[in-house]
């Protein structure tokens, strides 16, 4: 592999002359090394850019030093460490930043800088000390950017790369980083003068332990002006609430993860939100991934949690804060949830599939007779072939009592009451330096509607609403729940340039079932009953002037009329303004 790697690399420099066998030497001598001194790194990078070209690796650390483009206590024979670098590579060459890295000018901002360029790739942690192969990877890369003809040299570094799985070097024992993951921004209006403005800034920790795990602590502080949808009066409000805070460890095949962190199904139609809990890895070599989780809701921010199973609970989400009660109105209502999950990457070579059985369990009432259980078995396929890319899957849902006088004596019954929710989408890759893509998805959910019928035996099989755990918004205006609803929708998605970029959406509503209101823009009027309920369109419009710094525009309209359920009602349109800033 070396000798190949070597062959490769002299190949590329050749036409170069002859000063460039001393380059290829040392890109050689570079590759074999499992460490790389702050002089050595100096001397390559300003070579590379053409900035100083010396023989002595002193000189060009010193050159390096006095410009502070290395950490200020970097000595010329120390192990140099990857955001050090990065700082290193960021002035040499010359390159420009976004907003953070022009005020601060540190490693940490260069780092996260050369990741958005993709001059860093893979998962690389920026304290672990820089191999040779990592430093010749990191600047082939970033040549290849400028120069075509340097691509070949750093393709064949991240192939190697790529086929290590454990890292040479480990790193520190202990380490911690600080830092505001982001800024959120929202400004939203609509033509009945229904209008919001949002701030939100969600600060994190996390801290490196070894290389068995991490421990990461995140908090968001959100600050808004909101009338929209159900509060008819205009309403300020302030919203603090622990975000992901866990901790993940993992020891050979097996792993654990404990605390607040993100959960979702394949398909995440029964859940897929933020849950505090424990959750079991288990990683075989060749059988895929299984994992057995246990989760509670009831500690929960209610609108993180999203739970509207029960009318009770639609009613309880919408309903504001009181400071008076906060315990009584801040939190997410009682429910548990437990998983077995399996993933395998690649089934027969081409087939990427999910499965996963859930079972929720509801905790809202004293009365065990009472409460809404539920089982939930979700499958997802997805495939590739050339430029196409497909996804099918679904999930199965089941309702079940609990008969007995207390949770010491009871038993399950009632398994007869099934629902359903499935998903198509294809996938359109088109070959471009854009990278666009264009996708159609149908997504399906039932109602009290009757899908089979066995005329022989005189019963059917009733299908009922499905009701996952998590509420999720299917569209930007109208926003309906999956309970008795098909949609059909066409999105593409466009990358114009370095700084610009575009999505565009069109969806249709279809009603499975009369009895059923799957949206909330138009309050509880289901109009005329009908089930055809109308179109949306939204185009969203993204401006990157810094790496750190995105502007999105989204403009879209429900329209009514071209359904037959408000015959009479006016299109709705929204504007919205969302500035992110990452502070990373």
């Known amino acids: ?8 690399l002299l190949l590329a420099v050749f036409c170069a002359g002859l000063a460039a066998q001393s380059t290829a030497s040392e890109i050689a001598a570079l590759a074999a090394s499992e460490t790389v001194t702050w002089a050595q790194a100096a001397r390559y990078i300003l070579q590379a850019s ?8 002193n000189d060009a650390f010193w050159h390096a030093a006095i410009r502070k483009w290395l950490p200020y206590n970097a000595e010329p024979d120390e192990t140099a460490r990857i955001d050090g670098v990065s700082l290193l590579i960021m002035e040499a060459f010359n390159l420009r930043g976004g907003a953070m ?69 480990q790193p520190d024992t202990f380490n911690f980083r600080i830092f505001t993951d982001q800024l959120t921004a929202v400004h939203s209006y609509s033509n009945n003068n229904i209008y919001e403005y949002r701030a939100k800034i969600t600060p994190s920790i996390t801290f490196l332990l070894s290389d068995k795990g991490n421990f990461n602590i995140s908090l968001g502080l959100t600050a808004g002006f909101d009338d929209f949808f159900y509060d008819d009066n205009e309403s300020l409000y302030s919203i603090l609430e622990l975000l992901q805070t866990d901790l993940y460890l993992r020891f050979g095949d097996i792993g654990f993860r404990v ?21 079991l890895f288990y990683y075989p070599s060749d059988g895929g991934l299984f994992s057995f989780g246990a989760w509670f809701t009831g500690i929960l921010y209610k609108k993180t949690a999203n739970i509207m199973m029960t009318e009770s609970e639609r009613m309880y989400y919408y309903t504001p804060i009181d400071r008076d009660n906060f315990l009584g109105t801040y ?10 999950d399996w993933e395998h990457p690649s089934v027969i070579d081409f ?15 004293s009365d065990l007779r009472e409460r809404l259980n539920s089982q939930y078995f979700s499958l997802r396929a997805a495939m590739e072939y050339e430029d196409f890319y497909f996804v099918a899957g679904g999930s ?76 999720s918004f299917y569209g930007k205006i109208y926003q309906p729940t999956i309970s008795g609803l098909t949609l059909f929708k066409v999105d593409y998605k466009t990358n114009l340039n370095h700084l610009w970029g575009m999505n565009f ?46 502007y999105n525009l989204g403009i879209g309209a429900f329209i009514p009329k071209l359904g037959n359920n408000w015959p009479d009602a006016k299109t709705k349109v929204r504007v919205s303004l969302t500035t992110l800033f990452y502070l990373h």
Not at 331 to 340: D, H, V
Not at 351 to 365: E, F, K, M, P
Not at 403 to 426: M, Y
């Open 259 to 279: 605390g607040r962190f993100h959960y979702s199904d394949p398909m995440k139609f029964v859940a897929d939100s933020l849950f505090d809990g424990v959750q």
């Open 505 to 550: 959406t069109a969806a249709y509503y279809i009603r499975n079932d009369e009895t059923i209101y799957p949206g909330n823009i138009y309050g509880d009027d289901l109009g005329a009953g009908e089930n055809f309920l109308g179109a949306e369109v939204y185009t969203q419009i993204i401006f990157n002037p810094f790496s750190d710094l995105q």
């Open 101 to 169: 890295y022009s005020i601060s000018g540190n490693q940490h901002y260069a780092y996260h800088e050369l990741i958005n360029m993709g001059v860093i790739t893979g998962t690389v942690d920026r304290f672990r000390m820089i191999t040779g192969e990592q430093l010749v990877l990191f600047t082939g890369n970033l040549l290849a950017i400028k120069d075509e003809e340097q691509r070949i040299a750093a393709l064949f570094a991240e192939e190697r790369l790529a086929r290590e799985k454990k890292d040479v070097l």
């Open 50 to 57: 053409n900035v100083l070209v010396t023989a002595n690796p």
């Open 331 to 340: 939190f997410a209502t009682n429910r548990f949830l437990l998983s077995f």
């Open 396 to 471: 199965i849902g089941t309702f079940f009592s609990i008969v007995g006088d207390d949770l010491t004596n009871f038993k399950f019954v009632d398994f007869d009451r099934f629902s359903l929710a499935a998903e198509l989408g294809i996938y359109y890759i088109i070959s471009s330096q854009n990278d666009s893509v264009v996708s159609f998805t149908l997504t399906f959910g039932t109602g009290n509607v009757l899908l089979f019928r066995f005329t022989e035996k005189g019963s059917g099989l009733p299908f009922y609403p499905y009701v996952p755990l998590t509420t």
């Open 1 to 8: 592999m070396k000798t190949r790697f070597l062959i490769i």
């Open 351 to 365: 087939l990427h599939l999910n499965a996963t059985v859930n079972w929720q369990i509801d905790g809202t009432s």
